[in-house]
């Protein structure tokens, strides 16, 4: 039975201004920024804000400087660290050759 729209923004992963900067390689007054601005949806915890992942994902990829960014700033940099070398533990072996 597929859950309700609530439901899913009661469960979606919720990052701070400065979480959210530094996964995505911004500056907060970016973030700060999107927020004013309704690019973002976040809620108000003890006068903090709570930013939506799910949001700072459709912000950051309708970007073109947010998303290159992400890649060479924030998260997208540790990207080819993680992937698995060892076929024996990969979820997809065979699959993650790349010869």
């Known amino acids: 039975m ?12 919720r990052v701070s201004v400065s979480e959210a900067a530094k996964m995505f390689g911004v500056d907060q007054i970016t973030i700060r920024r999107a ?32 998303r290159n960014k992400l890649a060479k700033k ?12 060892n076929t024996l533990y990969s979820p997809r072996p065979g699959r993650d050759t790349d010869k």
Do not use: M
């Open 2 to 13: 597929p859950q309700s729209k609530k439901s899913d923004e009661q469960n979606d992963l």
């Open 35 to 66: 927020i004013k601005e309704k690019d973002l949806r976040y809620i108000v915890v003890r006068n903090r804000y709570r930013i939506s992942f799910a949001s700072l994902l459709r912000w950051s990829q309708g970007r073109t400087s947010v």
């Open 74 to 85: 924030g998260l997208g940099q540790f990207v080819d660290k993680w992937k698995i070398s």
